[in-house]
């Protein structure tokens, strides 16, 4: 399995409800990445989780929550968004932490929030 | 601070003709360096990387690229674009080792293939 599944493919949301993405793999990767793309923008990093740690949050607001329960798979919790939010989640995992490793992307989720 | 630019926005090319996505870096020492394509609505998959050694690098789906460290450029190639090439192609760099596992990436370029 070379593949990293993301759950669900869309999802709409109101700003007072509270929703949860969902990413796997199964290759056995030990870092895990969650970012954010509008259109016609590239990939912004939110949170990276080596070995199953959060390592990096890059400043993102507390209404978006992450959580690795295991090496396999990672959680987006979402509180309370605003309309800004809404944007393509991608996830990605990579075998290791440098910067040598390749990153195997998710299709995304698209996130509206009204 | 490591940027990395691609000066083409969008870039248009006939099937069948020749491609050169540009992508330039700036960094204190050699990073290693990837290329990434996305089609609409999907995820990113790799093309092809660079760590050292051999400065021509081949990729998936017919693509390369090279290296050139004195122009602190990682350009990709490809010598006759099918139409299923249109995409967005984002060029990245990750950090040298020990400096974590950061990609940076390229602000991409949209190709589009006329018939």
């Known amino acids: 399995d070379t593949e990293v599944t993301q759950t669900p493919k869309h999802l709409v949301m109101g700003m007072t409800n509270k929703k949860s993405l969902k990413c796997e793999q199964h290759?056995?990767?030990?870092?895990m990445y969650w970012y954010k793309q509008k259109a016609k923008k590239p990939p912004e990093l939110m949170f990276v989780y080596s070995y199953e740690k959060l390592s990096i949050n890059e400043s993102v607001p507390s209404r978006f929550s992450p959580e690795c329960p295991n090496s396999s798979l990672l959680n987006l919790h979402l509180h309370a968004l605003q309309p800004e939010d809404s944007a393509l989640y991608l996830c990605?995992?990579?075998?290791?932490?440098?910067?040598?490793?390749?990153?195997?992307f998710g299709p995304g989720t698209r996130l509206t929030v009204l | 601070a490591q940027s990395v630019t691609q000066p083409d926005i969008h870039i248009t090319v006939s099937e069948g003709a020749s491609l050169e996505l540009r992508c330039n870096y700036s960094y204190g020492a050699t990073p290693y360096l990837f290329w990434y394509v996305q089609s609409p609505g999907q995820g990113l998959q790799l093309l092809l990387k660079?760590?050292?050694?051999?400065?021509l690098v081949q990729g998936i789906k017919g693509f390369e690229a090279e290296f050139k460290r004195s122009q602190s450029s990682f350009n990709l190639r490809k010598p006759s674009v099918h139409w299923s090439d249109a995409a967005e192609y984002f060029c990245a760099v990750g950090p040298p080792r020990g400096g974590g596992n950061k990609l940076t990436f390229g602000t991409g370029t949209q190709l589009k293939v006329e018939l």
């Open positions: 660079y760590f050292s050694g051999d400065t």
């Open positions: 990605a995992s990579s075998p290791g932490t440098g910067g040598y490793n390749e990153q195997f």
């Open positions: 290759m056995g990767h030990r870092a």
